[in-house]
């Protein structure tokens, strides 16, 4: 019963480098999305995603892209990762509306030097 | 007026005290609700929902008051396992909306 899963857990990047972080849930949800969350900053919301095919711009989408080509799935792509980026990137998913919250992975620590 | 606003505490408490949270929305639409609970390095899960008519969970009651779109957090007895950062998360509009998370209340239950 593995919820939803992030990968990589760890990852350090230089300055211009590219990546991609997985979000993959077991649970059959509709909706998943991508937050960083910063010291005194909160979570906040980067992209999500209402379906299969489907994504959405959250609070701070620049620097970022997504793709949702399964429904299990949910990717987030730096293509210049920048020292700004460095963060902890949580992803979550939820049932199809908010009203049941959100299942979170456990979460990627990116550093960006 | 940020989303949602929540004072960062630290709240230190000694064990067995009550301590009570307080949360503030500006969207006066919203419709869902939530506590949750995130430990140091860890992710946020879902602590308790919070309905109109207050609730209950054990230890914990959360309650919520539209007009003052105002929403609370109270616990008893507090345990050392209780230490952890709380978050306000209310949906940002009526329906599918995603959720906006407040920055948190840290509390410290001290042996």
């Known amino acids: 019963n593995a919820g939803v899963t992030q990968t990589p857990k760890f990852r350090v990047l230089k300055t211009g480098q590219s990546m991609t972080l997985l979000c993959a849930q077991d649970m059959n949800h509709e909706y998943m999305y991508w937050y960083r969350q910063d010291p005194g900053m909160g979570l906040r919301l980067i992209h999500y995603s209402v379906g299969e095919g489907t994504t959405a711009k959250g609070e701070v989408p620049d620097g970022y892209n997504v793709s949702r080509l399964k429904k299990q799935n949910f990717l987030l792509g730096l293509e210049s990762a920048a020292p700004s980026q460095t963060s902890v990137y949580f992803c979550a998913s939820s049932r199809g509306t908010a009203g049941r919250g959100y299942t979170f992975g456990s979460g990627t620590r990116l550093t960006v030097v | 007026r940020k989303e949602v606003e929540q004072d960062p505490g630290p709240f230190n408490v000694p064990e067995g005290a009550t301590v009570a949270f307080n949360c503030t929305y500006s969207n006066s639409a919203s419709q869902s609700f939530f506590w949750y609970r995130q430990d140091c390095r860890k992710e946020p899960k879902l602590l308790m929902s919070?309905?109109?008519s207050g609730n209950e969970d054990g230890r914990f009651t959360a309650q919520l008051n539209r007009a003052s779109q105002y929403i609370s957090l109270l616990i008893r007895d507090s345990k050392l396992s209780d230490s952890a950062t709380y978050l306000c998360v209310v949906n940002a509009n009526s329906g599918n909306t995603p959720l906006v998370f407040g920055k948190g209340t840290r509390l410290s239950v001290i042996a």
């Open positions: 919070v309905y109109s």
